[in-house]
């Protein structure tokens, strides 16, 4: 699974960004699809995660600003920020976790990272 994102930049406190990620090669043992963030001297963080039935996860300092949304179709996965504040700066990262079928047997398999794509909101 290759997941190639895009999206990002600058931009003032209180203004919007979407990010958009595409996911190519064995989508078709992706199973959750979302975005984590790092901010520096910070670990790695869930910003919001989406199954392959639709149920959206967001962690709590995100909820009510950023909405994510999955096209099964198109294998993307995209996030819309808005109200954006300095704190949600970090690089943010798509990310894929897939299964592997055998026979009726489901086992989690390797997950997957996209490259990060920086976002900087100056206040």
């Known amino acids: 699974v290759q997941l190639q994102a895009s999206g990002g930049g600058l931009v003032q406190a209180g203004k919007s960004l979407r990010l958009s990620c595409a996911a190519s090669?064995?989508?078709?043992?992706?199973?959750?699809m979302g975005w984590y963030r790092q901010a520096p001297g910070k670990q790695r963080e869930l910003v919001a995660d989406i199954t392959k039935s639709g149920s959206v996860n967001y962690a709590d300092s995100v909820k009510g600003r950023f909405t994510s949304s999955r096209d099964s179709a198109k294998n993307t996965v995209d996030l819309q920020m808005n109200s954006l504040k300095p704190e949600d700066t970090a690089v943010y990262y798509c990310h894929a976790d897939t299964v592997r079928v055998f026979g009726t047997i489901k086992l989690p398999g390797d997950d997957y990272w996209g490259k990060g794509t920086q976002v900087t909101v100056s206040s």
């Open positions: 090669g064995s989508i078709s043992s992706i199973t959750t």
